[in-house]
Nanobody
Framework: VQLQASGGGLVQAGGSLRLSCAAS????????VGWFRQAPGKEREFVAG????????TYADSVKGRFTISRERAGSTVYLLMSSLTPEDTAVYYC?????????????????WGQGTLVTVST
């Protein structure tokens, strides 16, 4: 399974971006999906997760109220809508598929990872 993250780019502080995560070769409809990010010189951190149906989501405190994770009902695409962006959100964003159906912050359960998409927020 390959995951393809896209939608990154350069945006001014206060702006918005929507990231997409699509699975090739098969669907990811039965498993949870998470978004993570890694800023330069920092460790990778959890951003948001969504369960298989889309009914349950979880967010890092740093993005609550600004980011929204969602997924297509019957498709293989998961989205991360990012609003009110700040320079602290600058990072490479990765999507990952969980081996379980739930939304979780535990990165040890994520088994398939995309290649990442760069988000740069300017002042």
């Amino acid at each position: 399974v390959q995951l393809q993250a896209s939608g990154g780019g350069l945006v001014q502080a206060g702006g918005s971006l929507r990231l997409s995560c699509a699975a090739s070769k098969r669907t990811i409809t039965n498993n949870g999906v998470g978004w993570f990010r890694q800023a330069p010189g920092k460790e990778r951190e959890f951003v948001a997760g969504i369960n298989w149906s889309g009914a349950t989501t979880t967010y890092a405190d740093s993005v609550k109220g600004r980011f929204t994770i969602s997924r297509e009902r019957a498709g293989s695409t998961v989205y991360l809508l990012m609003s009110s962006l700040t320079p602290e959100d600058t990072a490479v964003y990765y999507c990952a598929e969980s081996r379980t159906s739930s939304a979780t912050t535990d990165d040890s359960v994520y088994i398939y990872w995309g290649q990442g998409t760069l988000v740069t927020v300017s002042t």
